[in-house]
Protein backbone atom coordinates (compact mmCIF):
# COMPACT_ATOMS: atom_id res chain seq x y z
CA UNK A 1 0.00 0.00 0.00
CA UNK A 2 0.74 3.83 -0.76
CA UNK A 3 0.20 6.31 1.62
CA UNK A 4 0.22 9.89 1.07
CA UNK A 5 -0.05 11.92 4.74
CA UNK A 6 -0.63 15.74 4.61
CA UNK A 7 1.98 16.42 1.69
CA UNK A 8 2.93 20.50 1.46
CA UNK A 9 4.22 21.41 -2.06
CA UNK A 10 4.81 25.40 -2.88
CA UNK A 11 7.05 26.41 -5.70
CA UNK A 12 8.81 29.66 -5.55
CA UNK A 13 9.69 32.32 -8.67
CA UNK A 14 11.13 35.04 -7.62
CA UNK A 15 9.25 36.73 -5.44
CA UNK A 16 6.13 34.96 -6.54
CA UNK A 17 5.00 31.98 -4.49
CA UNK A 18 2.59 29.11 -6.06
CA UNK A 19 0.82 26.46 -3.16
CA UNK A 20 0.43 23.16 -5.51
CA UNK A 21 -0.67 20.96 -2.74
CA UNK A 22 -1.94 21.86 0.59
CA UNK A 23 -2.22 19.41 2.75
CA UNK A 24 -3.25 16.13 0.48
CA UNK A 25 -3.31 12.95 2.02
CA UNK A 26 -4.43 9.61 -0.02
CA UNK A 27 -4.14 5.96 0.06
CA UNK A 28 -3.72 3.90 -3.02
CA UNK A 29 -5.23 0.71 -1.91
CA UNK A 30 -4.12 -2.93 -3.71
CA UNK A 31 -5.45 -4.05 -7.10
CA UNK A 32 -7.31 -0.59 -7.12
CA UNK A 33 -7.73 1.88 -10.67
CA UNK A 34 -7.70 5.38 -9.45
CA UNK A 35 -8.57 8.77 -11.50
CA UNK A 36 -7.31 12.17 -10.13
CA UNK A 37 -9.63 14.90 -11.82
CA UNK A 38 -8.98 18.65 -11.58
CA UNK A 39 -9.22 21.69 -13.63
CA UNK A 40 -5.78 23.18 -14.61
CA UNK A 41 -3.40 24.44 -11.36
CA UNK A 42 -5.30 22.02 -9.53
CA UNK A 43 -2.22 20.35 -8.56
CA UNK A 44 -2.93 16.75 -9.91
CA UNK A 45 0.22 16.82 -11.63
CA UNK A 46 2.02 18.15 -9.08
CA UNK A 47 0.47 14.73 -6.75
CA UNK A 48 1.50 12.26 -9.62
CA UNK A 49 4.91 13.37 -10.17
CA UNK A 50 5.48 13.08 -6.29
CA UNK A 51 3.97 9.48 -6.34
CA UNK A 52 6.05 8.89 -9.03
CA UNK A 53 9.38 10.16 -7.53
CA UNK A 54 10.03 12.96 -9.95
CA UNK A 55 9.37 15.92 -7.66
CA UNK A 56 10.26 16.08 -3.75
CA UNK A 57 8.05 17.85 -1.17
CA UNK A 58 8.09 20.09 1.47
CA UNK A 59 6.50 18.38 4.17
CA UNK A 60 4.51 15.64 4.69
CA UNK A 61 5.15 12.07 4.12
CA UNK A 62 4.69 9.57 1.23
CA UNK A 63 4.89 6.14 2.87
CA UNK A 64 5.71 2.90 0.50
CA UNK A 65 4.51 -0.37 2.39
CA UNK A 66 4.86 1.05 6.11
CA UNK A 67 8.52 2.70 5.13
CA UNK A 68 8.17 6.50 5.37
CA UNK A 69 10.31 9.05 2.57
CA UNK A 70 11.00 11.68 4.88
CA UNK A 71 14.81 10.63 4.96
CA UNK A 72 15.38 9.59 1.41
CA UNK A 73 18.43 10.19 0.26
CA UNK A 74 18.74 10.98 -3.65
CA UNK A 75 20.25 7.54 -3.90
CA UNK A 76 16.97 6.03 -2.49
CA UNK A 77 14.94 8.58 -4.81
CA UNK A 78 16.49 7.04 -7.46
CA UNK A 79 16.11 3.71 -6.34
CA UNK A 80 12.09 4.17 -5.74
CA UNK A 81 12.26 5.55 -9.69
CA UNK A 82 14.09 2.67 -10.60
CA UNK A 83 12.44 -0.42 -9.00
CA UNK A 84 8.85 0.82 -7.39
CA UNK A 85 7.26 3.01 -9.92
CA UNK A 86 6.26 2.50 -13.40
CA UNK A 87 5.52 6.11 -15.39
CA UNK A 88 3.68 6.52 -18.57
CA UNK A 89 3.53 9.75 -20.20
CA UNK A 90 1.34 11.43 -23.17
CA UNK A 91 4.93 11.00 -25.32
CA UNK A 92 6.00 7.38 -25.89
CA UNK A 93 9.77 8.03 -25.59
CA UNK A 94 10.87 4.95 -27.42
CA UNK A 95 14.56 4.89 -29.59
CA UNK A 96 13.12 5.17 -32.79
CA UNK A 97 16.60 3.39 -34.25
CA UNK A 98 16.10 0.30 -31.87
CA UNK A 99 13.81 -2.74 -32.05
CA UNK A 100 10.64 -2.88 -29.74
CA UNK A 101 12.46 -6.00 -27.33
CA UNK A 102 15.52 -3.51 -27.33
CA UNK A 103 13.53 -0.22 -26.18
CA UNK A 104 12.04 -2.77 -23.56
CA UNK A 105 15.34 -4.20 -22.38
CA UNK A 106 16.59 -0.67 -21.88
CA UNK A 107 14.87 -0.64 -18.65
CA UNK A 108 17.13 -3.50 -17.31
CA UNK A 109 20.44 -2.64 -18.60
CA UNK A 110 21.57 -0.73 -15.48
CA UNK A 111 20.13 -3.56 -13.61
CA UNK A 112 23.30 -5.86 -13.62
CA UNK A 113 20.94 -8.34 -14.93
CA UNK A 114 22.14 -11.29 -17.73
CA UNK A 115 21.48 -10.74 -21.17
CA UNK A 116 19.61 -14.11 -21.42
CA UNK A 117 17.41 -13.00 -18.21
CA UNK A 118 16.84 -9.07 -19.66
CA UNK A 119 15.47 -10.65 -22.97
CA UNK A 120 13.25 -13.11 -21.25
CA UNK A 121 11.52 -10.47 -18.46
CA UNK A 122 11.39 -8.03 -22.33
CA UNK A 123 9.59 -10.69 -24.40
CA UNK A 124 7.12 -11.84 -21.12
CA UNK A 125 6.06 -7.63 -20.59
CA UNK A 126 5.42 -7.53 -24.31
CA UNK A 127 3.38 -10.13 -24.13
CA UNK A 128 1.16 -9.01 -21.14
CA UNK A 129 0.37 -6.11 -23.85
CA UNK A 130 -0.48 -7.78 -26.43
CA UNK A 131 2.94 -7.65 -28.17
CA UNK A 132 4.16 -11.04 -28.07
CA UNK A 133 4.49 -11.00 -32.76
CA UNK A 134 6.32 -7.79 -32.19
CA UNK A 135 9.49 -7.88 -30.68
CA UNK A 136 11.86 -6.77 -33.85
CA UNK A 137 9.37 -4.08 -35.48
CA UNK A 138 10.85 -0.21 -34.85
CA UNK A 139 8.71 2.16 -33.43
CA UNK A 140 8.29 3.61 -36.66
CA UNK A 141 5.89 0.50 -37.43
CA UNK A 142 3.98 0.47 -35.12
CA UNK A 143 0.41 2.65 -34.21
CA UNK A 144 0.09 5.09 -31.56
CA UNK A 145 -1.62 2.59 -29.60
CA UNK A 146 1.13 -0.14 -30.23
CA UNK A 147 3.75 2.41 -29.13
CA UNK A 148 1.83 3.37 -25.91
CA UNK A 149 1.68 -0.36 -25.59
CA UNK A 150 5.35 -0.75 -25.69
CA UNK A 151 5.92 2.29 -23.16
CA UNK A 152 3.62 0.14 -20.47
CA UNK A 153 5.87 -3.26 -21.55
CA UNK A 154 8.75 -1.03 -20.81
CA UNK A 155 7.17 -0.13 -17.28
CA UNK A 156 6.38 -3.44 -16.23
CA UNK A 157 9.53 -4.98 -16.76
CA UNK A 158 10.91 -3.51 -14.11
CA UNK A 159 7.68 -5.31 -11.43
CA UNK A 160 6.57 -1.67 -10.40
CA UNK A 161 4.75 -1.39 -6.95
CA UNK A 162 2.99 1.22 -8.94
CA UNK A 163 1.76 2.48 -12.33
CA UNK A 164 1.22 6.20 -12.93
CA UNK A 165 -0.40 7.32 -16.11
CA UNK A 166 -0.36 10.67 -17.24
CA UNK A 167 -2.69 11.23 -20.01
CA UNK A 168 -1.58 8.66 -21.72
CA UNK A 169 -4.08 8.14 -24.35
CA UNK A 170 -4.70 12.43 -25.61
CA UNK A 171 -3.00 11.48 -28.78
CA UNK A 172 -4.63 8.37 -29.43
CA UNK A 173 -7.54 7.89 -31.52
CA UNK A 174 -10.66 5.62 -30.55
CA UNK A 175 -9.57 2.32 -31.74
CA UNK A 176 -5.72 2.87 -30.21
CA UNK A 177 -7.50 4.68 -26.67
CA UNK A 178 -9.41 0.93 -26.56
CA UNK A 179 -6.07 -0.86 -26.76
CA UNK A 180 -4.56 1.17 -24.23
CA UNK A 181 -8.20 1.05 -21.92
CA UNK A 182 -7.87 -2.92 -22.42
CA UNK A 183 -3.85 -3.18 -21.22
CA UNK A 184 -5.14 -0.75 -18.11
CA UNK A 185 -8.43 -3.08 -17.48
CA UNK A 186 -5.71 -6.31 -17.17
CA UNK A 187 -3.52 -4.09 -15.07
CA UNK A 188 -5.63 -3.00 -12.11
CA UNK A 189 -6.28 -6.85 -11.37
CA UNK A 190 -2.40 -7.12 -10.33
CA UNK A 191 -1.10 -3.67 -9.26
CA UNK A 192 -2.35 0.09 -8.16
CA UNK A 193 -2.72 2.25 -10.99
CA UNK A 194 -3.20 6.24 -11.04
CA UNK A 195 -4.47 7.76 -14.28
CA UNK A 196 -4.75 11.85 -15.20
CA UNK A 197 -6.62 12.43 -17.73
CA UNK A 198 -9.24 14.28 -19.41
CA UNK A 199 -11.25 11.58 -20.93
CA UNK A 200 -14.23 11.12 -18.90
CA UNK A 201 -15.03 7.67 -21.20
CA UNK A 202 -12.49 5.95 -19.57
CA UNK A 203 -12.64 7.14 -16.22
CA UNK A 204 -16.11 5.76 -16.24
CA UNK A 205 -15.37 2.70 -17.51
CA UNK A 206 -12.28 1.58 -16.08
CA UNK A 207 -11.81 3.61 -12.54
CA UNK A 208 -12.72 1.72 -9.57
CA UNK A 209 -12.25 5.43 -7.82
CA UNK A 210 -12.10 9.09 -8.43
CA UNK A 211 -10.16 11.85 -6.88
CA UNK A 212 -11.53 15.41 -7.84
CA UNK A 213 -8.75 18.14 -6.59
CA UNK A 214 -8.72 22.16 -6.31
CA UNK A 215 -6.71 24.55 -5.55
CA UNK A 216 -3.91 22.23 -4.16
CA UNK A 217 -6.70 20.04 -2.04
CA UNK A 218 -8.99 16.90 -2.37
CA UNK A 219 -11.97 18.22 -2.59
CA UNK A 220 -14.03 14.87 -2.64
CA UNK A 221 -13.45 11.53 -3.63
CA UNK A 222 -15.70 8.12 -3.89
CA UNK A 223 -16.38 5.17 -5.80
CA UNK A 224 -16.35 6.26 -9.64
CA UNK A 225 -20.05 5.77 -10.29
CA UNK A 226 -21.01 7.71 -6.89
CA UNK A 227 -18.94 10.39 -7.46
CA UNK A 228 -19.64 10.67 -11.19
CA UNK A 229 -23.25 10.56 -10.75
CA UNK A 230 -24.18 12.46 -7.49
CA UNK A 231 -21.41 14.70 -6.32
CA UNK A 232 -21.74 16.44 -2.67
CA UNK A 233 -19.83 19.37 -3.27
CA UNK A 234 -20.39 22.24 -5.57
CA UNK A 235 -16.98 22.64 -7.20
CA UNK A 236 -16.77 18.81 -8.55
CA UNK A 237 -20.60 19.57 -9.86
CA UNK A 238 -19.73 22.80 -11.97
CA UNK A 239 -16.37 20.29 -12.87
CA UNK A 240 -18.63 17.60 -13.87
CA UNK A 241 -21.40 19.73 -15.72
CA UNK A 242 -18.12 21.31 -17.35
CA UNK A 243 -16.84 18.00 -18.51
CA UNK A 244 -20.53 17.27 -19.96
CA UNK A 245 -21.10 20.41 -21.87
CA UNK A 246 -19.38 22.53 -24.03
CA UNK A 247 -20.72 26.80 -23.66
CA UNK A 248 -19.70 29.38 -26.12
CA UNK A 249 -21.33 32.90 -26.30
CA UNK A 250 -20.61 34.55 -29.73
CA UNK A 251 -21.71 38.05 -30.42
CA UNK A 252 -20.66 38.82 -33.95
CA UNK A 253 -19.66 38.03 -37.04
CA UNK A 254 -16.53 38.36 -36.39
CA UNK A 255 -16.09 36.07 -33.66
CA UNK A 256 -13.03 33.75 -33.02
CA UNK A 257 -13.69 30.40 -35.40
CA UNK A 258 -10.24 28.79 -34.32
CA UNK A 259 -10.90 29.60 -30.30
CA UNK A 260 -14.83 27.75 -31.35
CA UNK A 261 -13.01 24.96 -33.43
CA UNK A 262 -10.37 24.28 -30.98
CA UNK A 263 -13.40 23.80 -28.22
CA UNK A 264 -15.23 21.85 -29.88
CA UNK A 265 -12.27 19.25 -31.02
CA UNK A 266 -11.04 19.15 -27.22
CA UNK A 267 -15.19 18.15 -26.44
CA UNK A 268 -15.15 15.65 -28.84
CA UNK A 269 -11.51 14.55 -27.21
CA UNK A 270 -12.74 13.82 -24.14
CA UNK A 271 -15.33 11.21 -25.41
CA UNK A 272 -12.70 9.14 -27.31
CA UNK A 273 -14.72 10.38 -30.29
CA UNK A 274 -12.17 10.99 -33.60
CA UNK A 275 -11.40 13.55 -35.86
CA UNK A 276 -13.64 12.52 -38.00
CA UNK A 277 -15.98 13.05 -35.61
CA UNK A 278 -14.95 16.59 -34.88
CA UNK A 279 -15.10 17.31 -38.57
CA UNK A 280 -18.71 16.21 -38.59
CA UNK A 281 -19.62 18.34 -35.63
CA UNK A 282 -17.61 21.32 -36.95
CA UNK A 283 -19.50 21.25 -39.95
CA UNK A 284 -22.69 21.13 -38.31
CA UNK A 285 -22.05 24.38 -35.91
CA UNK A 286 -20.54 26.03 -38.95
CA UNK A 287 -23.44 25.61 -41.26
CA UNK A 288 -26.12 26.27 -38.22
CA UNK A 289 -24.37 29.56 -37.82
CA UNK A 290 -25.03 30.83 -41.47
CA UNK A 291 -28.47 30.79 -41.01
CA UNK A 292 -28.79 32.81 -37.33
CA UNK A 293 -28.10 36.60 -36.70
CA UNK A 294 -25.10 36.10 -34.65
CA UNK A 295 -24.69 39.98 -33.81
CA UNK A 296 -27.87 39.49 -31.97
CA UNK A 297 -26.58 37.31 -29.24
CA UNK A 298 -26.49 33.35 -29.88
CA UNK A 299 -25.39 30.68 -27.04
CA UNK A 300 -24.59 27.28 -27.95
CA UNK A 301 -24.11 24.58 -25.83
CA UNK A 302 -22.94 21.51 -27.02
CA UNK A 303 -23.82 18.08 -24.58
CA UNK A 304 -23.50 14.29 -24.93
CA UNK A 305 -25.53 11.64 -23.76
CA UNK A 306 -24.22 10.02 -20.83
CA UNK A 307 -25.70 6.54 -21.65
CA UNK A 308 -25.27 6.17 -25.50
CA UNK A 309 -23.46 7.76 -28.27
CA UNK A 310 -25.66 10.68 -28.79
CA UNK A 311 -24.58 14.38 -29.14
CA UNK A 312 -27.12 17.48 -29.01
CA UNK A 313 -26.79 20.91 -29.76
CA UNK A 314 -28.70 23.62 -28.31
CA UNK A 315 -28.69 27.05 -28.99
CA UNK A 316 -30.52 30.09 -27.50
CA UNK A 317 -31.17 33.40 -28.86
CA UNK A 318 -32.70 36.66 -27.94
CA UNK A 319 -37.17 37.08 -28.28
CA UNK A 320 -37.79 37.06 -31.81
CA UNK A 321 -41.01 35.91 -34.07
CA UNK A 322 -38.74 34.86 -36.42
CA UNK A 323 -38.00 31.06 -37.92
CA UNK A 324 -34.39 30.78 -38.35
CA UNK A 325 -35.03 27.15 -40.12
CA UNK A 326 -38.02 27.75 -42.08
CA UNK A 327 -36.99 26.39 -45.43
CA UNK A 328 -39.57 29.30 -47.00
CA UNK A 329 -37.59 31.80 -45.31
CA UNK A 330 -34.06 31.22 -45.31
CA UNK A 331 -31.27 32.75 -47.41
CA UNK A 332 -28.85 30.27 -47.53
CA UNK A 333 -30.85 27.30 -48.22
CA UNK A 334 -27.43 25.15 -48.99
CA UNK A 335 -26.36 25.67 -45.45
CA UNK A 336 -30.17 24.56 -44.27
CA UNK A 337 -29.84 21.49 -46.43
CA UNK A 338 -26.50 20.56 -44.98
CA UNK A 339 -27.98 20.75 -41.53
CA UNK A 340 -31.17 19.07 -42.14
CA UNK A 341 -28.66 16.07 -43.62
CA UNK A 342 -26.56 15.47 -40.87
CA UNK A 343 -29.22 15.53 -38.04
CA UNK A 344 -32.16 12.97 -36.60
CA UNK A 345 -34.20 16.19 -35.05
CA UNK A 346 -34.35 19.47 -35.30
CA UNK A 347 -36.63 22.14 -33.02
CA UNK A 348 -37.29 25.27 -32.77
CA UNK A 349 -38.90 26.63 -30.10
CA UNK A 350 -39.56 29.26 -27.82
CA UNK A 351 -38.47 29.61 -23.87
CA UNK A 352 -40.95 30.64 -20.71
CA UNK A 353 -39.37 34.12 -21.14
CA UNK A 354 -39.67 33.88 -24.95
CA UNK A 355 -36.29 33.56 -26.20
CA UNK A 356 -35.77 31.40 -29.24
CA UNK A 357 -34.80 27.79 -28.95
CA UNK A 358 -33.02 25.15 -31.42
CA UNK A 359 -32.52 22.13 -30.45
CA UNK A 360 -30.43 19.55 -32.78
CA UNK A 361 -29.90 15.62 -32.03
CA UNK A 362 -26.66 14.89 -34.18
CA UNK A 363 -26.50 12.00 -36.47
CA UNK A 364 -24.88 8.94 -34.60
CA UNK A 365 -23.34 7.08 -37.12
CA UNK A 366 -21.55 10.21 -38.47
CA UNK A 367 -20.29 10.40 -34.44
CA UNK A 368 -19.00 7.27 -34.77
CA UNK A 369 -17.13 7.77 -38.19
CA UNK A 370 -13.40 7.44 -37.85
Known sequence: MLQIKEIYKKYITGDLQQTALNGVSLNLRDNEFVAILGTSGSGKTTLLNIIGGLDRYDSGDLIINGVSTEKY????WDSYRNHSVGFVFQSYNLIPHQSVLANVELALTISGISKGERRKRAKEALERVGLGNQYHKKPNQMSGGQMQRVAIARCLVMNPRVMLFDEPTSALDPIATAEVMDVMRKLKKEIPLVIITHKMSLVKEIADRVIFMQNGRICEEGPTAELLNTPKQSETRNFLNYQKNMMYQIDSHQFDRPELNARIECYCNRFGLGSQAFHFVQLVVEE????????????????????????????VLPPTDVMYLDSSKVKDE??????????????????????????????KERLLME
Open 73 to 76: TDRD
Open 288 to 315: LLNLLPLEQGVQLMLSKSDTEVRMMLDV
Open 334 to 363: LSLSIVEGLCEKIQETVDEDGNKLIHLELN
